[in-house]
């Protein structure tokens, strides 16, 4: 009933709005969007299930609700209004739907009735839950007490004590200080909704599994025969894991008890084990460098009846975002950056060519548009995620044979039916090294060719993360358009979906080809006649608020104003406060104490923007987070304190309680009212 009164109120709002003029996307209206999450295909190919999370303003809460829709789109069906997130952990081939809340796990039938919670017990804490392909065992994680840090677990007699104690490094990771508890993966037998003998697969080991900050389910399965889980571990503690990414597949034999490293010997991340249906074959992605996080990603598969190990990817010059087996294992469905975007490809396994031989891969979608998710497989028909930078995230089916596309979900046509979109064009331009960079230049909806508009240069973070048609709830460009602003977001050096060499040739480069590039984006679009060349801004977070650092030293007054948002100031002091020392380490070329490390001492000294202070003449507002511990706080300080003690116009916008991103409601709405203050008064 609320959903209703939710959609008739705001579309009485919309139709009144818009007798008169059409919505202007506002920071409010940007967070009234849903967004799309949670997809599962039934058993009979004919519904998808999925949750849409939208927001609470006043409240400032989320609430995730689940739908089920036909596969050929059409009416949607409500089938949970309980406030609170639900996570689907299976569709029964009657169409029941088992799902995890409130710390149990509940059943409904496929219209969202019959609610019956199955658990005797709750499962506190639990997550990532999963039931075996025989519907036996169940698998779950939850944090358990392992090193004794903290004073209170350390001494008994002190139960008050709030400190910490440390031997080793990665005391604090993303926004968590360590406090002795690890993720651990459980397993238990199962038998409708009873959870019994539960054990504890990593007892007494100081490792995650999920990966910390960001990892999920995707990390631990069951195997088709459901006699073991495959888990990804990083099997390393304090310096060691803070300065590897060697993560590895453990698989351990649920009768027997015992564990092994089916990735012994392979050096980078391993991560996201997936079988085939029949067993007989588990793929993964996987890294080659040691410390190197954005190396590039190949599919790599193991076939158990021969024993033969083949990297699919190993020849193809780009990097592989996620993957799926199709239904009948005869192909693995991809997803890759490729110019701008993230398009789907296949593998098809039936081609006798040579291993990793890049004549194996067919690229299926093409356009102006991310695939973002690959959902579920059913006949000739794959249903996948895909947003582009005027639309959130949608359910689409993919016909296999021809390429089309149909969009099936419409969580947010109320809006966008009265929204004025964005053009978005591609352009293409010469670095200073006579390289070709495309770049996403995005124009206010009412665009007039014969007006002048102050323009933005986007700087992207990662720093290797590509920049595609990706829909931010943060950066959003189409809310920059829409305040009549033009965005440039050039796919500089560093960004995959160029090539593997475009890829890596930032490493180490920080402050050199990469700002330049940056630089020739502006330079490039301010020769319109459209763009006003006295009205230029520069935005951008995490490497991107590091390079607005750097080219507030170097830009020689082509800007008017500048937003850095959790940026990297002073490299000395960022290597002594950052967490995952591997990313300093191979992006800085290493520590700034040794003094025969050429590249170090060149990215300490020459890409320092701490060091350009005294260049600085340009407002600036800083942007920085009180719980990032990867771009530690001392970063956004002593840039702001650096421009105040200048006599620079310059704004502190502090969010204590935000890490690396901005993920409370008012805070992002706080963010994005701030960000538009500063453009309108400085541009």
């Given at each position: 009933m609320?959903?209703?009164?939710?959609?008739?109120?705001?579309?009485?709002?919309?139709?009144?709005?818009?007798?008169?003029?059409?919505?202007?996307?506002?920071?409010?209206?940007?967070?009234?969007?849903?967004?799309?999450?949670?997809?599962?295909?039934?058993?009979?190919?004919?519904?998808?299930i999925?949750?849409?999370?939208?927001?609470?303003?006043?409240?400032?809460?989320?609430?995730?609700?689940?739908?089920s829709i036909?596969?050929?789109?059409?009416?949607?069906?409500?089938?949970?209004?309980?406030?609170?997130?639900?996570?689907?952990?299976?569709?029964?081939?009657?169409?029941?739907?088992?799902?995890?809340?409130?710390?149990?796990?509940?059943?409904?039938?496929?219209?969202?009735?019959?609610?019956?919670k199955?658990?005797?017990?709750?499962?506190?804490?639990?997550?990532?839950?999963?039931?075996?392909?025989?519907?036996?065992?169940?698998?779950?994680?939850?944090?358990?007490p392992?090193?004794?840090?903290?004073?209170?677990?350390?001494?008994?007699?002190?139960?008050k004590?709030?400190?910490?104690?440390?031997?080793?490094?990665?005391?604090?990771?993303?926004?968590?200080?360590?406090?002795?508890?690890f993720?651990?993966?459980?397993?238990?037998?199962?038998?409708?909704?009873?959870?019994?003998?539960?054990?504890?697969?990593?007892?007494?080991?100081?490792?995650?599994?999920?990966?910390?900050?960001?990892?999920?389910?995707?990390?631990?399965?069951?195997?088709?025969?459901?006699?073991?889980v495959?888990?990804?571990?990083?099997?390393?503690?304090?310096?060691?894991?803070?300065?590897?990414?060697?993560?590895?597949?453990?698989q351990?034999?649920?009768?027997?008890?015992?564990?092994?490293?089916?990735t012994?010997?392979?050096?980078?991340?391993?991560?996201n084990?997936?079988?085939?249906?029949?067993?007989?074959?588990?793929?993964?992605?996987?890294?080659?460098?040691?410390?190197?996080?954005?190396?590039?990603?190949?599919?790599?598969?193991?076939?158990?009846?021969?024993?033969?190990?083949?990297?699919?990817?190993?020849?193809?010059?780009e990097?592989?975002?996620?993957?799926?087996?199709?239904?009948?294992?005869?192909?693995?469905?991809?997803?890759?950056?490729?110019?701008?975007?993230?398009?789907?490809?296949?593998?098809?396994?039936?081609?006798?060519?040579?291993?990793?031989?890049?004549?194996a891969?067919?690229?299926?979608?093409?356009?102006?548009?991310?695939?973002?998710?690959?959902?579920?497989?059913?006949?000739?028909?794959?249903?996948?995620?895909?947003?582009d930078?005027?639309?959130?995230?949608?359910l689409?089916?993919?016909?296999?044979?021809?390429?089309?596309?149909?969009?099936?979900?419409?969580?947010?046509?109320?809006?966008?039916?009265?929204?004025?979109?964005?053009?978005?064009?591609?352009?293409?331009?010469?670095?200073?090294?006579?390289?070709?960079?495309?770049?996403?230049?995005?124009?206010?909806?009412?665009?007039?060719?014969?007006?002048?508009?102050?323009?933005?240069?986007?700087?992207q973070?990662?720093?290797?993360?590509?920049?595609?048609?990706?829909?931010?709830?943060?950066?959003?460009?189409?809310?920059?358009?829409?305040?009549?602003?033009?965005?440039?977001?050039?796919?500089?050096?560093?960004?995959?979906?160029?090539?593997?060499?475009?890829?890596?040739?930032?490493?180490?480069d920080?402050?050199?080809?990469?700002?330049?590039?940056y630089?020739?984006?502006?330079?490039?679009i301010?020769?319109?006649?459209?763009?006003?060349?006295?009205?230029?801004?520069?935005?951008?977070?995490?490497?991107?608020?590091?390079?607005?650092?750097?080219?507030?030293?170097?830009?020689?007054?082509?800007?008017?104003?500048f937003?850095?948002?959790?940026?990297?100031?002073?490299?000395?002091?960022?290597?002594?406060?950052?967490?995952?020392l591997?990313?300093?380490n191979?992006?800085?070329?290493?520590?700034?104490w040794?003094?025969?490390?050429?590249?170090?001492?060149?990215?300490?000294?020459?890409?320092?923007?701490?060091?350009?202070?005294?260049?600085?003449?340009?407002?600036?507002?800083?942007?920085?987070?009180?719980?990032?511990?990867?771009?530690?706080?001392?970063?956004?300080?002593?840039?702001?304190?650096?421009?105040?003690?200048?006599?620079?116009?310059?704004?502190?916008?502090?969010?204590?309680?935000?890490?690396?991103?901005?993920?409370?409601?008012?805070?992002?709405?706080?963010w994005?009212?701030?960000?538009?203050?500063?453009?309108?008064?400085?541009?």
């Amino acid at each position: 009933m609320k959903r209703f009164l939710y959609t008739l109120l705001l579309g009485m709002a919309i139709n009144n709005a818009s007798a008169q003029t059409q919505l202007k996307m506002t920071p409010e209206l940007l967070w009234k969007l849903g967004r799309l999450g949670s997809e599962n295909l039934t058993p009979d190919g004919k519904h998808l299930i999925y949750s849409v999370t939208r927001y609470n303003m006043t409240e400032a809460k989320s609430e995730a609700k689940l739908y089920s829709i036909p596969v050929t789109g059409g009416e949607v069906t409500t089938l949970t209004n309980e406030p609170g997130s639900k996570q689907v952990i299976k569709v029964e081939a009657d169409g029941r739907i088992i799902y995890f809340a409130d710390d149990n796990i509940w059943q409904m039938d496929a219209a969202g009735k019959q609610i019956i919670k199955l658990t005797a017990e709750p499962l506190k804490d639990a997550d990532n839950i999963q039931i075996s392909p025989d519907g036996k065992k169940i698998i779950y994680t939850i944090d358990v007490p392992v090193v004794k840090i903290l004073g209170k677990d350390r001494y008994e007699d002190l139960p008050k004590s709030n400190a910490y104690v440390f031997t080793d490094l990665n005391y604090r990771h993303w926004d968590t200080w360590e406090d002795g508890k690890f993720s651990h993966v459980f397993v238990a037998d199962y038998a409708n909704g009873k959870v019994s003998n539960a054990k504890d697969i990593m007892a007494n080991e100081p490792y995650d599994t999920p990966q910390k900050p960001s990892g999920g389910a995707e990390d631990l399965i069951f195997s088709t025969d459901s006699k073991s889980v495959i888990y990804v571990c990083k099997k390393k503690f304090g310096k060691e894991y803070a300065q590897s990414t060697n993560t590895d597949l453990y698989q351990y034999d649920i009768a027997a008890g015992t564990t092994k490293n089916l990735t012994e010997g392979m050096m980078g991340y391993d991560t996201n084990p997936a079988f085939t249906k029949t067993g007989d074959k588990l793929a993964w992605l996987s890294m080659k460098e040691d410390g190197y996080e954005s190396d590039k990603n190949d599919i790599v598969i193991k076939d158990f009846k021969t024993g033969n190990k083949v990297n699919l990817t190993e020849q193809w010059d780009e990097t592989v975002s996620s993957f799926r087996f199709s239904d009948d294992g005869s192909r693995i469905f991809f997803i890759a950056p490729k110019n701008g975007t993230e398009q789907l490809f296949q593998i098809d396994l039936r081609l006798r060519l040579a291993p990793g031989s890049p004549q194996a891969i067919k690229q299926l979608t093409k356009g102006q548009f991310d695939i973002n998710g690959i959902v579920a497989q059913s006949g000739n028909t794959l249903f996948v995620q895909r947003a582009d930078l005027n639309h959130a995230t949608e359910l689409y089916s993919l016909n296999l044979n021809d390429g089309g596309m149909k969009q099936i979900s419409t969580i947010n046509k109320e809006i966008y039916d009265h929204l004025p979109m964005s053009r978005v064009e591609e352009r293409h331009i010469k670095t200073t090294d006579n390289k070709d960079m495309l770049a996403w230049v995005i124009y206010p909806p009412d665009f007039d060719p014969a007006k002048k508009y102050p323009t933005l240069l986007f700087c992207q973070g990662g720093p290797q993360s590509p920049l595609t048609q990706a829909y931010s709830f943060r950066w959003n460009f189409q809310l920059m358009a829409a305040q009549g602003y033009i965005i440039i977001a050039p796919n500089r050096r560093g960004m995959p979906g160029h090539g593997v060499e475009w890829n890596r040739e930032i490493s180490g480069d920080w402050g050199g080809q990469p700002i330049q590039d940056y630089l020739s984006a502006i330079d490039d679009i301010a020769k319109e006649p459209y763009v006003d060349k006295n009205r230029l801004g520069c935005i951008g977070a995490s490497y991107g608020g590091y390079s607005v650092y750097m080219l507030a030293g170097v830009h020689n007054n082509r800007f008017k104003t500048f937003i850095a948002h959790d940026g990297l100031f002073d490299l000395k002091s960022w290597y002594g406060t950052t967490e995952e020392l591997w990313f300093a380490n191979k992006d800085m070329g290493g520590n700034y104490w040794d003094k025969d490390n050429k590249v170090a001492q060149n990215s300490y000294a020459k890409f320092n923007p701490s060091n350009l202070v005294d260049k600085w003449n340009t407002p600036i507002m800083v942007i920085q987070g009180g719980k990032d511990y990867r771009v530690p706080i001392e970063q956004g300080l002593g840039a702001f304190q650096a421009a105040q003690l200048k006599g620079i116009k310059s704004k502190l916008l502090y969010l204590p309680d935000e890490n690396h991103w901005v993920l409370k409601p008012q805070n992002a709405l706080v963010w994005q009212r701030e960000f538009f203050n500063w453009l309108k008064e400085t541009l």
